[in-house]
């Protein structure tokens, strides 16, 4: 099978190439924004007659070399398709960030260790940092369709690296684990062996607490230095929060290791289900990113030779793994207990919801092997 995951490799131009870098974005934005008015217009989704009308005024309005004009194109079909797929209404689209999309030895290279980059004056070498992408250069990985991105003065290239993987087989599967997210715990695991592993939630949990409560103060304030600083705290906490879920899925990945089955909560549409809790309480729980986790746990167990299935979470926290009944007042949510109505059996919620969890995975595994 094919990993595929995005690098994100800061790149280090000179002062003159940040120039002709900065020129370029901003080059491609206005000519993905022209595009978007025309298409926005005629609803013509056709690269071939678009290019037939829209070619020469790329190339002469904002001086975009012959593969970025075509690229632009596509860019903006992708993104109407992506709406009219999504199911969203026909609306006027605006690019507002500084993006732009590389081809793969055709707009961008490695050349004696530094990244060949094309520009509206032509090709630039360009330094990079591999801290933390080391991997990726190893010449086991494939380089895809990349794109040039400029945040806080910095220039990045956001590249998705493909890598052939040879998958496992169920039948090597010889652990499953249940995995339970939540705030209380971030993970709560129940394996084979009985055993049971939490990652506590609390400091998480007040931390996100204290970025609501100084987002709350500065939105008060209105004025521009508190918007910056609004700004830079939202970077902040993401940064931060996604190297929370790095931790907590390569320590999980980590600790079961090869041939194991990972069974998760398909928790599409988590946002509507938590926005039922108290409303001060919301903010931590509406706004922790659960999909991240769950895409960061299925990579990770991907290269670890195991795999990853995501079930219907539906009364995995009320239903008794001991007798089967299921009702909701088994489950005291507040206090994070669970006592069957059925056959007395307690334990902790979250517990519960891992041995539930584990058991879905055990009837995967024998129908998927029968």
Not at 324 to 338: I, L, P, S, V
Not at 349 to 359: E, T
Request: glycine share 6%.
């Amino acid at each position: 099978m094919e990993l595929v995951l995005t690098a994100k490799v800061k790149i280090l131009p000179t002062d003159e190439q940040q120039t002709m870098l900065q020129q370029t974005l901003q080059a491609y934005r206005e000519g993905c924004n022209s595009i978007s008015a025309v298409i926005y217009t005629t609803k013509n989704l056709v690269q071939a007659s678009l290019h037939t009308t829209t070619y020469r005024h790329l190339r002469e309005t904002f001086g975009l070399r012959s593969q970025m004009a075509q690229s632009v194109m596509k860019t903006v079909i992708a993104r109407y398709k992506s709406m009219i797929e999504n199911g969203h209404d026909w609306t006027k689209l605006i690019f507002r960030k500084q993006e732009l999309d590389l081809v793969w030895n055709r707009d961008y290279s490695l050349v004696q260790g530094l990244f060949s980059i094309n520009t509206l004056e032509g090709r630039i070498k360009v330094r990079f940092e591999t801290k933390g992408t080391e991997h990726f250069f190893d010449g086991t990985w494939a380089f895809g369709t990349a794109k040039v991105v400029y945040k806080h003065g910095k220039f990045f290239l956001h590249i998705p690296m493909t890598k052939s993987i040879e998958e496992v087989e169920w039948e090597h599967i010889n652990e499953i684990v249940g995995v339970d997210m939540g705030m209380n715990f971030l993970v709560t695991t129940y394996d084979s062996h009985g055993k049971v592993w939490f990652v506590k939630g609390r400091d998480v949990k007040d931390k996100r607490s204290h970025y609501k409560q100084l987002r709350r103060h500065l939105q008060q304030r209105q004025t521009s230095s508190a918007r910056r600083r609004l700004k830079k705290i939202g970077v902040r906490e993401t940064r931060w929060m996604t190297d929370v879920n790095h931790q907590v899925s390569k320590a999980l990945v980590e600790r079961y290791g090869t041939n194991t089955l990972f069974v998760l909560e398909d928790l599409t549409g988590v946002r509507g289900a938590t926005e039922k809790v108290r409303k001060r309480n919301r903010y931590e729980s509406v706004s922790w990113a659960y999909d991240q986790l769950r895409q960061m746990i299925e990579y990770k167990a991907i290269q670890s030779q195991s795999k990853v299935i995501a079930v219907n979470p539906r009364y995995t926290s009320q239903t008794c793994p001991k007798c089967g009944h299921t009702e909701r007042a088994n489950r005291d949510k507040k206090h994070h207990r669970f006592a069957c109505k059925n056959c007395l059996y307690r334990s902790n919620d979250d517990r519960i919801g891992g041995m539930n969890l584990h058991r879905k995975g055990i009837e995967y595994l024998v129908a998927v092997t029968i």
